[in-house]
């Protein structure tokens, strides 16, 4: 019988098969995100200044208060119907259908309110709608 001690072999890892397996991968990464470029529509965007790209004119701001007042670029409306706003909104509006109406609720006004508000847009034929909100990140 044969009672020596075996030399017991050093597992040994080889580096070289897992080193081309990545660069295969980094091969195939780098062609596939080229060909992705490619196949992009190109477009060039426009470049603005944040203060030019504002358009004054267009906007027509409506604030609503908790108690369902109405004003119109900083005017009271006299009434409340919608009648009334729709008309100081189409005096307002000095871009005419392409204006944006920007409301301005109070947080506890009446939604019937800002309906009141959307209708009389609707009327005065102002499509474009929307809402001026507040951060919360205001740091209370």
Not at 39 to 51: R, S, Y
Request: charged residues 20%.
């Amino acid at each position: 019988m044969n009672f020596r001690p075996r030399q017991k072999e050093e597992p040994e890892i080889n580096l070289i098969p897992f080193i081309d397996v990545l660069l295969v991968i980094l091969i195939f990464l780098m062609l596939s995100t080229t060909y992705s470029k490619f196949t992009e529509m190109q477009i060039k965007l426009p470049v603005a200044d944040v203060d030019a790209q504002r358009d004054y004119p267009k906007e027509v701001l409506v604030s609503v208060s908790a108690e369902g007042v109405y004003s119109v670029n900083k005017q009271t409306v006299a009434g409340r119907s919608v009648t009334e706003l729709a008309q100081a909104l189409v005096e307002a509006a000095k871009a005419g259908k392409e204006s944006v109406v920007i409301i301005n609720a109070d947080a506890s006004a009446k939604h019937q309110a800002v309906i009141t508000v959307m209708e009389a847009a609707r009327r005065a034929g102002l499509t474009q709608i929307t809402f001026a909100t507040q951060s919360t990140s205001n740091g209370s």
